[in-house]
Nanobody
Framework: QVQLVESGGGLVQAGGSLRLSCAVSGGTFSDFTMGWFRQAPGKEREFVASIRWGGGTTTYSDSVKGRFAISRDIYKDMVYLQMNNLKPEDTAVYYC????????????WGQGTQVIVSP
């Protein structure tokens, strides 16, 4: 069973930076795709960034491209989201997600970590 535990959220002023971490355990990682999603109050959960565990290919939403960077540490089984030049509209609960490989991919979610960006 894959388990994901996020950390690193908090309160930051606009223009500041935060790094979110996601500890990954369980499963076979090589065919996983790891991602970060976020959900602001009253809005649907949206995609932020993803990375292939094997190979490290990354994708980003247009709203964070150039400001956020997703990475993984295959030795520590960690996934990170470095967030720079934060804006108030980045305020949300951030979730780590794992999509397993295989014929029937399964999605696993962490519990979320709150990010608040003050003007």
């Amino acid at each position: 069973q894959v388990q994901l535990v996020e950390s690193g959220g908090g309160l930051v002023q606009a223009g500041g930076s935060l790094r979110l971490s996601c500890a990954v355990s369980g499963g076979t990682f090589s065919d996983f795709t790891m991602g970060w999603f976020r959900q602001a109050p009253g809005k649907e959960r949206e995609f932020v960034a993803s990375i292939r565990w094997g190979g490290g290919t990354t994708t980003y939403s247009d709203s964070v491209k150039g400001r956020f960077a997703i990475s993984r540490d295959i030795y520590k089984d960690m996934v990170y989201l470095q967030m720079n030049n934060l804006k108030p509209e980045d305020t949300a609960v951030y979730y780590c997600k794992c999509r397993s490989g295989g014929v029937v991919p399964l999605d696993y979610w962490g519990q979320g970590t709150q990010v608040i960006v003050s003007p």
